[in-house]
């Protein structure tokens, strides 16, 4: 039997922090910070006992932030490019080196990461890190890259807008001017001459608060400016440098990348570079940030991306779904807009960049998430992403600072999170400070993701919508429920789930062509045994006749179809 992946992603600068001051604004010694070595034999034992198979660590490449590391030789900062005082995980400013926040010796940091490696590994996890193709920190220097390798940047023509041969792109003759409304450095400030182009594909050198403001375009070969022209031959110093940074950390042992905004990468970097690193490393996964469904084929094919992201398609229906803002019948379609390539999709409900499911902008609590989750667990074989809080119900209500309170946990500013703090307390990593209903709820999400990988149906099996059989059934909602079959031809599971805000009693078709479908014979007179609550009732079933069932509030449930 096949592991379905489950990713637990997690932000070491939050998860291990303790400190409670909680300051808006506030610097690494006012707020304190998680370290790699706060992620433990006992957190990582826990997280694998989860269910988990991989987890994503954010936030490991160093990155541009407030905080002064001069007296270790690492370059000065300047806060008026950095978002945040720690600054973002995006903005890299040297993708040889690691956070030296996350580090209990800053000298040590390499060591000490290459130890969590190793501690993730003995747990029988797999670790995914970041690449960040697209764009770097306005000041990014390394000061740890191998010896011989050449900095972004560094013998460019700065006086062209675009050269294939530049790692930069220009705005020639003209000082770099973000548009922000007062300067929070009291030092020197920074100055970028000629500007360069913005991250987000800002050609321009005045970009906006709005903008990626903290980080520059890294140039592919692609001639933006010139009706995207393409100079690919000979091959452009960019792609050499990041195969090699791909390389360097795959020699340590990481075992996928998470490329971010990967889109916005020529599709021929990948074709050429992927290829090469899985030619070394073959067990290596590569997953993609994307979200332009037009591509996504284009982004597959030959294996090059192993997984990509399903943001605009299932998760933006899911959470429209559970919101009540569309029918439950359009997660169908969400469905087969990406028939052929779904067990390719990775699927969340949470993520650093979204709303966390307890926000008071999305579903206020955390329970009330059950629902999509089966379903997002449960659909087909691809992997599943949670995001650390998430099964705690983390709100992300703070207001932190860069932030602010927007629903989302932030990855700019020092923090501590408040369902992490009560769980990882005096290194104990239980639940002994967690309320009656975090407990039941990270029970929850144990149970699925355990029973994910326990049943070959849901691991491997295939998937049957049985929404269209029940469109004309006057007893099942087919606006608030959603319901579907998976085999794998021995087993056959029925997972049902309610999004609606009541209970639901409802009668489920099951057509013979179901059956036929999956290869079973054997039908007739069985029972439903449900297993996710395993105290729950059985329910008689006939191959021929409606099976009734009840389903809480937002909830759902996962029945083994055994026939006598």
């Not at 030789?73 to 005082?85: M, V």
């Not at 079973?520 to 996710?532: F, M």
Request: hydrophobic share 35%; with cysteine; proline share 5%.
């Amino acid at each position: 039997m096949n592991q379905k992946i489950f990713i637990y992603q997690l932000l070491p600068r939050l998860f291990g922090n303790r400190a409670t001051a909680n300051k808006i604004n506030g610097s690494i010694e006012e707020n304190g910070t998680g370290k790699f070595n706060d992620i433990s034999d006992t957190v990582l034992q826990k997280i694998k006992a989860s269910g988990y198979t991989h987890v994503w660590y954010i936030g490991v490449l160093a990155h541009a932030s407030a905080t002064d590391y001069t007296a270790y030789g690492l370059p000065a900062e300047y806060p008026e490019i950095i978002k945040g005082k720690a600054g973002s995980p995006y903005a890299v400013r040297d993708y040889y080196d690691v956070d030296p926040d996350l580090a209990m010796s800053v000298p040590g940091r390499m060591v000490e990461f290459e130890a969590l490696i190793r501690r993730t590994h003995t747990a029988g996890l797999k670790v995914i890190i970041d690449n960040v193709p697209n764009h770097v920190a306005r000041n990014y220097r390394s000061v740890n890259k191998p010896k011989g390798v050449k900095d972004f940047g560094e013998g460019d023509d700065t006086s062209q807008a675009f050269s294939p041969q530049n790692n930069f792109y220009y705005i020639p003759g003209q000082p770099l001017e973000i548009q922000r409304s007062h300067r929070e450095s009291t030092g020197p400030a920074y100055n970028e001459f000629p500007a360069k182009a913005t991250g987000n594909d800002c050609f321009s050198n005045r970009p906006t608060q709005f903008d990626w403001y903290e980080t520059v375009k890294l140039n592919y070969g692609v001639d933006y400016l010139n009706g995207r022209q393409a100079h690919f031959d000979p091959i452009p110093d960019t792609w050499v440098k990041m195969r090699d940074i791909l390389l360097y950390w795959a020699e340590k042992d990481v075992d996928g990348f998470r490329c971010d905004m990967a889109e916005m990468v020529p599709l021929a970097f990948w074709q050429w570079a992927i290829p090469q690193i899985k030619e070394k490393f073959p067990n290596i996964i590569f997953l993609a940030e994307i979200y332009n469904p037009s591509v996504y084929r284009d982004f597959l094919a030959d294996n090059i991306f192993d997984y990509l992201y399903d943001k605009v398609g299932l998760y933006d229906v899911l959470r429209d779904v559970s919101c009540g803002y569309r029918p439950s019948s359009d997660i169908t379609f969400a469905l087969n807009d990406v028939g052929d390539i779904q067990h390719r999709m990775l699927n969340f409900m949470e993520n650093h960049d979204e709303q966390r499911l307890a926000s008071d902008y999305f579903l206020k609590e955390g329970n009330k998430g059950k629902a999509a989750m089966i379903a997002t667990c449960c659909v087909n074989t691809n992997p599943v992403m949670i995001y650390a809080g998430q099964e705690l119900g983390e709100r992300g209500m703070d207001e932190e600072g860069f932030s602010g309170k927007d629903g989302r946990t932030t990855i700019f500013d020092y923090w501590s999170v408040d369902t992490l703090r009560r769980w990882n307390n005096n290194d104990r990593w239980d639940d002994a400070q967690l309320s009656g209903e975090e407990k039941e709820l990270q029970q929850f999400y144990r149970q699925l993701i355990t029973l994910c990988n326990r049943e070959a149906a849901l691991t491997d099996g295939l998937f049957y919508d049985l929404m269209p059989s029940n469109y004309e059934n006057r007893e099942f909602d087919s606006s608030r429920l959603f319901a579907f079959l998976r085999s794998d031809k021995k087993e056959l599971l029925l997972v049902i789930t309610n999004f609606d805000n009541r209970i639901q009693e409802c009668t489920v078709h099951i057509p013979r062509h179901a059956l036929t479908f999956f290869e079973i014979t054997d039908t007739g007179r069985g029972i439903l045994k449900p297993l996710l609550h395993e105290n729950g009732k059985e329910l008689p079933f006939m191959s021929h006749s409606p099976v009734r069932i009840s389903l809480d509030p937002y909830s759902g449930e996962i029945y083994r179809i055994s026939f006598s």
